[in-house]
């Protein structure tokens, strides 16, 4: 492949995986939501990514060329071919941690995918068209539960603001520009991740404001997630998610 076509499958697997692992992440929660009605919020959200994810690695896998289907790419690689950012691996924990990682990566997600429909790849522009709206509700949704933890008992606020500080450094990897996300840029196929950062502070910014929170002065953790360098938790994660598949292989459902 040329380096123009190795960005652009960079780019699909990037997007499908940060979808795949925090859906996966999310559907951790059916059954366990803190209301019946949440219950079914969190899991159609997890539905929601995986729906995505699986387009856009069908995408990939044409992309390559490798005769690698979603499936495929979803079950049969191993933790250093992830491509998904370090922030949607983390363990879910307690409820304010999961809307604190949402809020973190909702705002984000929607920012990037409305770049994405300007793109002159019609098929990425019109996934990307499809998961905005979605990215929408997403964001609405994790930021109306942040604002209600924070600027509700100060059991929720403390609780809401400890998520925060813990989540708040593997922020950074978002925007972080490489050889590949300028690639991209530089053809006009993707938004530079670091363009999206303004935005981004701002609508999160907006959300603490309203949550009477404040803005998390942690420091960075070293990133390398769209390398492929991840934490022992998504070895854990897929060990789980992907043990089915492996123990079957080639079987039809």
């Keep these: 492949m040329t380096a123009a076509r190795d960005a652009q499958c960079e780019l699909l697997l990037r997007l499908g995986d940060d979808r795949l692992v925090l859906g996966h992440r999310l ?96 098929e990425l522009a019109e996934w990307a068209a499809k998961a905005h709206v979605e990215a929408q509700y997403h ?36 925007f972080e520009d490489d050889e ?6 530089e053809a006009g196929i993707a938004p530079l991740p670091s363009s999206l950062r303004e935005v981004w502070e701002h609508d999160v910014g907006a959300a603490l404001h309203d949550a009477t929170l404040r803005v998390p002065e942690t420091p960075g953790v070293p990133q390398g997630g769209r390398s492929g360098v991840h934490s022992e938790h998504l070895e854990r994660l897929l060990s789980e998610m992907q043990c089915l598949a492996r123990a079957h292989p080639g079987a039809e459902w």
Excluded at 40 to 63: H, P, S
Excluded at 139 to 160: C, F, K, P
């Design 180 to 185: 590949v996300s300028r690639a991209l840029a």
């Design 27 to 122: 559907s951790e929660w059916c059954g366990h939501g803190p209301i019946l009605e949440e219950d079914v919020a969190i899991t159609n959200i997890a539905l929601d990514l995986l729906g995505q994810a699986q387009r856009i690695l069908e995408l990939a896998g044409n992309c390559e060329g490798r005769s690698r289907d979603a499936d495929a790419l979803a079950y049969f690689r191993g933790p250093t071919e992830f491509r998904n950012c370090l922030l949607v691996e983390q363990p879910i924990g307690d409820f304010a941690d999961t809307m604190a990682r949402q809020l973190v990566f909702d705002c984000w997600d929607a920012s990037f995918l409305a770049e994405l429909t300007k793109s002159p790849w019609r």
């Design 139 to 174: 964001a609405r949704h994790s930021r109306g539960w942040v604002v209600r933890l924070g600027d509700g008992t100060e059991e929720g606020r403390v609780h809401i603001q400890r998520a925060l500080d813990q989540i708040w450094p593997f922020r950074l990897e978002l």
